[in-house]
């Protein structure tokens, strides 16, 4: 196999895979700070009561007065576990199926890695009209981790994807009841991804030997997002958010090894073999993909019925379908594009909060998730997904007035997942099909303390 064929197809099919996270739809991390976890995220543009607002709306920031922080950290726990249902490998006119490596689990075991999110925001009120303030979170990520020889480790092993975003903003209130708001984006993005390669199937001789291929890379990019807050009463708000993003040019390395024990004559062939796609088996090659972000648009609603009882709810739409296929460039000039084929998808949450007096209040909510993958065709291993509902519940203790602590805990009840999902190697020459179903659900709990300094 050959730089194309060793490690394009491994990063093409990793990099597109990151897209289907079971956090939240796609790769999409919504977890900015606990406050709004307990109503499941639900009116999370027009809320505006902490400084989470920095993420979720700018503009919500000119209802915050003097200096005010928040530190936050989710810690989101997936179940993956798959189900095979006849997984096989074809090299020309041979199919056979995927048998385990001895001593791992056929289907992967538990593939969920457990993760923890933390969140930091900030914010100062200028004068009576201009706010300013900063937020640093995590708004991609997450990972999945199989047993290094079930069943579908030619499509994915590990998959790790970290993004860290720095994101000044400020706040303008423009008329009494409205407020306009900008931030700017730094982003952070690092992935890491593995998977083994059946190497005998490209001289006909499937499962006989396995290699492994790990690649890596990182970049810093950018975006913007603007936002509106509008109270055309008191006690009741509308938010609109807008979140865009320059897209990751990811650039790192391949790295490519043979199993222990593969003869050496075996290991001579294939790396000097033309019949692998024109070259053999190379390690140590620089890689470079585009990775597609999508934008978001949210609309939400806060209204308070009394002074004990509000209700809130909001839509978001995110444009997924920007993911429709991944292009890999290799330093040889060599490509490889994955078909995606990802679809744009909606968000819709409402939720309650109730203050009896007192230092307590309590929230509760309800969240409807699509997911852009809508075929078990283009459903991938490597973080399977699929529509989601949340159920949430937290509340706020504020044991003085200058702090308050928020917790909330949400569970994901994700749909059955089927999965049959084709990748080829070595210019087609081999290929291999993931067949079968998942067990997926999701629980988040989150903590967040807050500071006010007048």
Not at 28 to 54: C, F, K, R
Not at 78 to 85: A, E
Not at 393 to 421: E, K, M, Q, W
Request: with cysteine; proline share 4%; aromatic share 10%.
């Amino acid at each position: 196999m050959n730089r194309v064929s060793s490690v394009a197809a491994a990063l093409a099919a990793c990099l597109g895979a990151v897209t289907q996270g079971v956090g939240a739809a796609g790769f999409a991390l919504i977890e900015h700070g606990a406050s709004g976890l307990g109503n499941a995220y639900a009116g999370g543009a027009a809320i505006a009561a902490d400084p989470t607002t920095v993420f979720f709306n700018p503009a919500g920031m000119s209802r915050l007065q003097g200096k005010q922080i928040a530190g936050a950290v989710d810690f989101v726990s997936p179940d993956i576990r798959f189900d095979n249902g006849g997984t096989t490998v074809q090299a020309g006119a041979l199919r056979a199926t995927i048998s385990p490596v001895s001593g791992s689990s056929a289907d992967g075991g538990q593939a969920g890695v457990d993760a923890w999110i933390p969140s930091f925001y900030y914010t100062q009120a200028i004068d009576e009209r201009v706010t300013l303030g900063i937020a640093v979170d995590a708004p991609f990520g997450l990972a999945t981790e199989y047993d290094q020889g079930w069943v579908g480790r030619y499509q994915a092993v590990k998959s790790k994807l970290m993004a860290v975003n720095v994101n000044p903003s400020v706040a303008v209130k423009v008329a009494d009841g409205m407020s306009v708001g900008a931030g700017l984006s730094v982003l952070y993005s690092d992935v890491e991804l593995t998977r083994a390669i059946d190497a005998c199937a490209r001289i006909g001789l499937p499962g006989a030997c396995d290699a492994s291929s790990k690649v890596s890379g990182d970049d810093v990019s950018f975006g913007f997002n603007l936002g509106l807050l509008y109270e055309p009463v008191e006690g009741t708000r509308v938010g609109f958010a807008w979140r865009t993003w320059q897209n990751p040019e990811l650039e790192g390395d391949g790295e490519f090894s043979f199993s222990p024990g593969t003869p050496r004559l075996l290991l001579l062939g294939l790396q000097a073999s033309p019949a692998l796609g024109g070259g053999g088996l190379v390690d140590g090659t620089g890689v470079n993909a585009e990775l597609p972000l999508p934008d978001t648009l949210s609309l939400s609603v806060y209204h308070a019925l009394t002074p004990e009882w509000a209700v809130m709810a909001d839509v978001t739409w995110t444009e997924w379908s920007v993911v429709d296929s991944i292009t890999i460039n290799f330093d040889s000039g060599a490509k490889s594009t994955l078909d995606l084929n990802y679809q744009d998808a909606f968000r819709y949450a409402v939720g309650v909060t109730y203050t009896p007096g007192g230092a307590w209040t309590w929230r509760a909510g309800i969240a409807y998730d699509e997911e852009p993958v809508r075929s078990q065709n283009t459903r991938t291993a490597r973080l399977p997904g699929n529509d989601r509902v949340w159920l949430a519940v937290g509340g706020n203790y504020r044991p003085r007035a200058d702090l308050s602590i928020d917790f909330g805990y949400a569970h994901l009840f994700v749909d059955d997942t089927a999965i049959r999902h084709t990748e080829s190697e070595s210019n087609g020459r081999v290929s291999n099909t993931l067949a079968g179903s998942y067990d997926l659900a999701v629980d988040i709990v989150g903590v967040q303390a807050n500071w006010h300094f007048e």
